[in-house]
């Protein structure tokens, strides 16, 4: 049974860090000659036989970590027989005097800890134990005292690239330079924040995720699960037709050192799913030059839209951003995937030798596939979406689980509500595009449950618009605020954006009939598409005909 990745024990984790990096490789090779694994049997201190589970194991689970947890039998080798409390009490010492600035060595820490144990009338390990737990400690950790062992990423020279498609992808934010405004009244609501991911091969953008809220470990998950996704049903939904074949698994991922790219949810989720972490070296932005390059470029194509920020104070003169804005979050996310696919893949790319990278992007496959190689894919896409989602416990009631005023319930939930031993508060995973349902985790069989409203006519809306709708109740009636009238403000919005949007049209279809009236003068193309002609890059983009910015394919940046 696997629990859940915020709830495995550091140190259970870093042994599974420390043997994946010795059985992931064999896992992937055709032929294990015994040699090698007698070699990775002595270099992790098991037996050939436990090397042989090991192995298969990992194959059996896609590569995943948590197939290379150790056990917790009662006893055996590389099995830990402290009592629980003593085993705590010696992370948190490790902890409190190895990570520190001061730097103490291994000997110092180890006559402290068991300096402290003794005090404390605790079981005192051996000097063998205690400089096992400190050569676990992770990367990350390391980085707090001042030392990087990493053998993988670079500490100098030229910025990495990929050998291959998703060999090496870098991951950054930045708000986006335009307004949007709320769906519903279209007042101006504030600048979006944009996660890119980009492959370092082709150029080619191998994901993204728009959204309201800063920059957490949740934005760049569902990022990550943008990059792994077919995206072929997820440009249909939106009405693009495109062309997006960049699917699946990175094997590198190149980040700055925020702190959502040091959070447990983020590193533990990559770890699962055997994705490396190459953290940039301090002073070093050059590193992160692809990925921040992009980003100007997408930004200098955001500076044609209506609301529009610019870059600063100094381009924007005397224009006005939030009376111009009329784009809502969804129809940026749209516009945002159209110049994409239809514009940036398709546009030739000085940095890849003139190509475009869409055509670099297949000649990269190809010959990755001529040499019997593969990008790996999720083997579970609700899993995969699931491990990078925001963790929270609410306790079991009757009527299900409550949070934030929506109640969600499963005829698999009836069991653990009418047990005498009803478990305490439980783990919950949501997703924030969709509050609709919940995915419980069932510490019985190690999976989750997905629970829905308990209330199934309720429309799924995301966490962004479920607190808007909390905040204009709030301010309405002064008090609390029930589902009912939740939902009920929710379809009052959505009725009043439809009604817009039919206005809008109307309107516009009238200015065409005034400017087309005998004695005026011819009305210039327009620049909205049909729905029925593909839309072009530059036409597919939106209705931009009554803004006073420039076009936003004008000037693309090369590197």
């Known amino acids: 049974m696997v629990a859940d ?64 947890l150790p056990g917790h039998s009662s006893g055996g080798r590389s099995k830990s027989r402290m009592a629980q409390a003593s085993e705590a009490a010696l992370e948190r010492m490790i902890r409190e005097l190895y990570l520190t600035p001061l730097k103490p060595s291994p000997a110092e820490v180890v006559r402290e800890v068991r300096g402290r144990c003794a005090a404390d009338k605790l079981h005192v390990p051996s000097d063998s134990t205690i400089r096992r737990r400190i050569k676990l400690v992770s990367l990350a950790e390391l980085r707090s005292r001042g030392e990087d ?28 330079d335009v307004i949007v405004v709320d769906p519903t009244d279209r007042e101006p609501i504030g600048r979006p924040w944009v996660t890119v991911a980009i492959d370092t091969y082709s150029r080619c953008i191998a994901g993204f995720h728009v959204t309201l809220e800063a920059p ?75 990925v921040e390059r992009v980003i100007g470029t997408l930004m200098g194509l955001v500076h044609g839209l209506p609301g529009t920020t610019f870059s ?35 546009h030739p790319h000085e940095g890849i030798d003139g190509q475009t990278p869409l055509a670099r992007w297949q000649d990269g496959l190809n010959a990755l596939l001529a040499e019997g190689g593969s990008i790996p894919v999720p083997r579970d896409a609700r899993a995969y979406l699931v491990d990078f989602l925001p963790v929270l416990h609410r306790t079991l009631q009757r009527d299900g689980i409550t ?20 478990p305490g508060p439980v783990l919950i995973r949501r997703d924030p595009r969709d509050l609709s349902r919940v995915f419980v985790f069932d510490p019985h069989d190690g999976g989750y ?45 959505r009725a009043t954006e439809r009604e817009a949007a039919r206005l809008t049209r109307s309107a516009r279809r009238d200015r065409l009939r005034r400017a087309n009236a005998p004695g005026q003068p011819a009305a210039p193309p327009s620049t909205v598409p049909s729905a029925t002609e593909p839309a072009s890059a530059a036409s597919a983009v939106l209705d931009v005909a009554d803004s006073e910015a420039p076009s936003p394919f004008d000037v693309i940046e090369q590197w």
């Open 449 to 493: 449950l997905e629970v829905p409203t308990r209330d199934l006519s309720r429309p799924a809306i995301s966490l962004w618009e479920h607190r808007l709708v909390r905040r204009r109740l709030r301010l309405r009636y002064k008090g609390a605020v029930d589902e009912a009238a939740l939902f009920a403000a929710v379809e009052e919005m």
């Open 403 to 422: 949070i934030d005023c929506l109640t969600y319930f499963s005829s698999a939930l009836r069991a653990w509500i009418t047990a005498r031993d009803r």
């Open 216 to 290: 957490s470990a949740t934005s760049v998950g569902l990022c990550l699960t943008h990059v792994a996704m077919d995206k072929a049903p997820w440009l249909a939904l939106r009405e693009v037709e495109a062309i997006w074949p960049v699917q699946g698994k990175p094997q590198r991922i190149g980040v700055d050192n925020g702190s959502e790219f040091h959070s447990q949810a983020f590193e533990r989720g990559c770890a699962q799913h055997g994705i490396a972490i190459d953290w940039r070296p301090p002073g070093r932005p050059h590193f992160g030059g692809v």
């Open 312 to 346: 600063n104070v100094g381009q924007r003169g005397s224009y006005d951003s939030d009376k111009a804005a009329c784009l809502t979050l969804d129809e940026v996310e749209r516009w945002f995937a159209i110049a994409v696919t239809k514009y940036y893949h398709l």
């Open 5 to 68: 990745l915020s709830l495995i024990p550091d140190v259970d984790w870093r042994e599974a860090q420390r043997r994946a990096e010795v059985i992931r490789p064999l896992a992937e090779c055709a032929r294990r000659p015994r040699p090698l694994i007698l070699a990775a049997a002595a270099t992790l201190g098991l037996s050939e036989r436990q090397t042989y589970r090991l192995v298969r194991r990992c194959i059996d689970m896609g590569g995943d970590l948590t197939a290379l």
């Open 149 to 176: 062992h990493s053998e993988t990423k670079p500490v100098h020279g030229h910025a990495p690239h990929g050998r291959y498609p998703l060999d090496l992808v870098q991951v950054d934010h930045t708000p986006m």
